[in-house]
């Protein structure tokens, strides 16, 4: 197909949306992660409850976005390993050593004197299913509670290398039925751990780079996007709407570029790899020796500030190398 004469430069706007993304799954996790930390009517509490949909806004974000950066990159199918080769190379090594980092700090907390947990072991199934994001197939649990999401994305890389030439096709049949079979499944499938249980979510972002790219025009847009979020609300509830439409409004009418924003959509991969490891402790910490409600709410925000200046630490370290290692790899033939 030929790319139509539309502006495909960078989005600044998403580093923000993705920075807020992980702020909210960080505050869900440290307001709603021990259930003893703080009371139900405690104002970080109510609002914590919603920083969940920050796990649903990024799968709408990666559902425009890798799309997006294949369509920049002149992505053909015959690049297909090196698309793979480059997330492999963009994603795991911080998830490899984030998942050294917990269990280096897990062993740490058994030699303390207050430690009254089960003895530390690994088990070496369980760790080499972390390699393949394969934890939930076979039953067995993730040494970070965030990884499953991970797991969820890796899966929609393989099918959009696979999946992509057809959602740019000339005949706009093909796309159709992806679009079809994505939503469709979303109804059917209901195990936790499949892609196609949140399809529809992915959809909405893939909807949005057609439209962005001037694949389909703002009437096929419009009226796709309706149906998408009718679906969204009667296969989750209305709350999903929140995380299908804050992308939309990122993507198509605001821009950011501000060194704030930059940050934060930076370290929010890192972010999202190490606030339980590092800001959960601090949490527990505070569940442990802080009965004051006022000095728990107070220890949330430590919680939330060491685990950004450890994130950002992380992404300098670990993240940054990585990143620019990927940069390298070009689908273009030299």
Do not use: C
């Amino acid at each position: 197909m030929e790319k139509a004469k539309v502006n495909l430069g960078y989005l600044g706007s998403l580093d923000l949306l993705r920075g807020l993304a992980a702020l909210a799954v960080v505050f869900f996790h440290f307001t709603h992660g021990n259930p003893e930390l703080l009371s139900k009517d405690n104002p970080l509490f109510i609002v914590g409850r919603y920083g969940f949909l920050g796990v649903e806004v990024f799968f709408v974000i990666s559902g425009f976005v890798i799309p997006y950066a294949m369509y920049r990159a002149n992505y053909h199918i015959s690049s297909f390993w090196k698309f793979l080769g480059k997330r492999f190379v963009r994603i795991e090594p911080p998830y490899l050593v984030s998942i050294a980092l917990v269990l280096l700090l897990n062993f740490a907390s058994t030699l303390s004197p207050y430690y009254r947990g089960s003895e530390f072991t690994i088990d070496p199934t369980a760790l080499g299913l972390h390699f393949a994001y394969l934890n939930a197939f076979f039953d067995y649990p993730w040494y970070n509670d965030v990884y499953w999401t991970l797991a969820i994305e890796f899966q929609y890389y393989l099918l959009i290398a696979l999946l992509f030439p057809l959602l740019i096709s000339n005949n706009k049949l093909y796309s159709y039925i992806i679009i079809i079979l994505f939503s469709g499944l979303s109804f059917v499938v209901d195990k936790h751990s499949l892609i196609f249980a949140y399809g529809l979510l992915f959809v909405a972002g893939i909807l949005m780079f057609q439209f962005k790219v001037g694949y389909i025009s703002k009437q096929e847009f419009g009226i796709l996007i309706l149906l998408t979020l009718i679906m969204i609300f009667v296969r989750f509830d209305k709350r999903y709407l929140i995380a299908a439409l804050l992308p939309y409004f990122f993507i198509m009418y605001l821009d950011f570029n501000d060194k704030i924003s930059k940050f934060i959509g930076n370290i929010s991969y890192s972010l999202y790899l190490v606030h339980i490891p590092i800001g959960g402790r601090i949490i527990n910490l505070a569940e442990n020796f802080l009965p004051n409600e006022t000095h728990r709410s107070i220890a949330v925000f430590v919680a939330i500030i060491v685990s950004v200046v450890f994130a950002w630490i992380f992404y300098k370290l670990v993240e940054k190398p990585a990143l620019n290692w990927a940069k390298r790899l070009s689908y273009q033939k030299k």
